[in-house]
């Protein structure tokens, strides 16, 4: 990986970068994804210029920002530093509360020395000075007060200005760690997500809290893209992720697995609820009459098929999601649109009896 450019960008220089990322990553039809975000912002900062060229080059001659094109921009430059815009703008938000603290200790400072010129004045005045004396005390003491309320009123901007700035890297802070987790085309939780989900929930599952696992997966997915484009499979695919909201609640939680493929995590739901919440996912999804908005042609029928299982205590995550594929699986050997239950769910109780 080319090496970085390592002159320090400032908070409001990184604000600007990051709100001009986005505009040129949407105008260029690049994804919004963890990995081409990082690669963009990059672009954008500036901080390596053979990335900085080279994308550069690609936008002068047309070059299409394909899938594969942007991995490669993200291996060659920036895996190795994926997760440094995150420590960037902690960095940031250190540096201005350092900042903070700095400007909070010389108005401590100040209001020291107000307050022992103010003891001298008093003891002078105690002292029996002349009216002349008493009137230049006088005098030193107001342009003592009015330096002093200049610089509280300085303080007080100074600290208004701050606290915007943290704000705002706040607010970016939270949009980046948003997409790190977030699908771009639906919107749900992406695989990564739903991992470190699926794991604190397994820390509050019981016998009497029991939690299960939908797999789901669009039947003929190909064929919809064959048969009417990518623009349309992408249609469905928001389809399917609206449907799975309207079908969990509370803890729960819904995930694009990958491609055509979801998976749900039902909270405090035992096996024969899950099995329920997954018939009403497959019927909500076989009695949809999806039309293309461009001609208004019917889509055809779409299906869904869906495997059912429930957490075994101490099991390892990734057997549970293997026991949900499997039970996808037969879903699909089985001629699709149907619910299937992990047979082997009740083999693997009895055998810890």
Same mark, same amino acid.
């Given at each position: 990986?080319?090496?970085? !450019?390592? *002159? ?6 990184? &604000?600007?970068?990051? %709100? @001009? ?7 260029? !039809?690049?994804?919004? *994804?963890?990995?081409?975000? &990082?690669?963009? +912002? ?27 094109? !942007? ?27 350092? $900042? ?32 002349? $004396? ?6 030193? @003491? ?12 300085? /303080?007080?901007?100074? /600290? ?34 739903? @991992? ?7 820390? #509050? ?19 919809? =893209? ?15 992720? #609206? ?13 694009? +697995? ?12 035992? /096996?024969?609820?899950?099995? &329920? ?17 461009? =001609? ?14 429930? +957490? /075994? ?14 039970? @996808? +699986? ?5 001629? %699709? =649109? ?12 009895? !055998?810890? &009896?």
């Amino acid at each position: 990986m080319s090496s970085q !450019n390592d *002159t320090p960008v400032s908070a409001q220089q990184s &604000a600007e970068i990051l %709100r @001009l990322t986005l505009p040129r990553m949407s105008q260029h !039809n690049v994804p919004v *994804t963890p990995h081409n975000y &990082a690669v963009w +912002y990059r672009f954008v900062e500036g901080s390596i210029p053979e990335l900085s060229d080279e994308i550069q080059q690609m936008i002068d001659a047309g070059t299409p920002f394909t899938e594969q094109v !942007n991995e490669a921009l993200f291996e060659r430059y920036v895996a190795e530093c994926n997760v440094e815009q995150f420590q960037k703008i902690r960095g940031e938000m250190h540096d201005l509360m350092q $900042d903070l603290s700095g400007s909070l200790q010389n108005a401590g400072d100040e209001a020291e020395r107000f307050d022992g010129h103010l003891a001298g004045v008093v003891e002078n005045m105690r002292q029996g000075t002349s009216l002349s $004396d008493i009137k230049t005390l006088l005098e030193s @003491l107001i342009e003592e007060t009015r330096a002093m309320r200049k610089s509280t009123q300085l /303080l007080h901007e100074h /600290l208004e200005a701050k606290s915007h700035e943290i704000q705002l890297l706040q607010e970016e802070l939270e949009q980046e760690r948003r997409r790190a987790s977030t699908d771009p085309l639906t919107e749900l939780a992406n695989r990564r997500a739903f @991992l470190e989900g699926m794991d604190k929930a397994i820390g #509050q599952a019981s016998a009497s809290r029991p939690l299960s696992l939908l797999m789901i997966d669009i039947d003929h997915f190909k064929n919809i =893209n064959d048969t009417h484009g990518h623009l349309i499979g992408d249609r469905v695919i928001r389809f399917l992720a #609206q449907v799975l909201r309207q079908n969990i609640k509370g803890k729960d939680m819904a995930a694009r +697995y990958g491609g055509e493929e979801f998976v749900v995590m039902l909270t405090n739901t035992g /096996l024969r609820g899950a099995e &329920a919440v997954a018939e009403g996912i497959r019927q909500a999804v076989a009695d949809a009459k999806l039309v293309r908005s461009d =001609n208004k042609q019917p889509l055809g029928r779409i299906t869904v098929s869906l495997g059912v299982t429930e +957490y /075994l205590p101490g099991e390892d995550p990734v057997e549970t999601v293997n026991r949900a594929d499997q039970a @996808l +699986y037969q879903s699909k050997q089985n001629g %699709r =649109n149907r619910v299937t239950v992990d047979g082997d769910l009740v083999r693997l109780r009895d !055998n810890r &009896a």
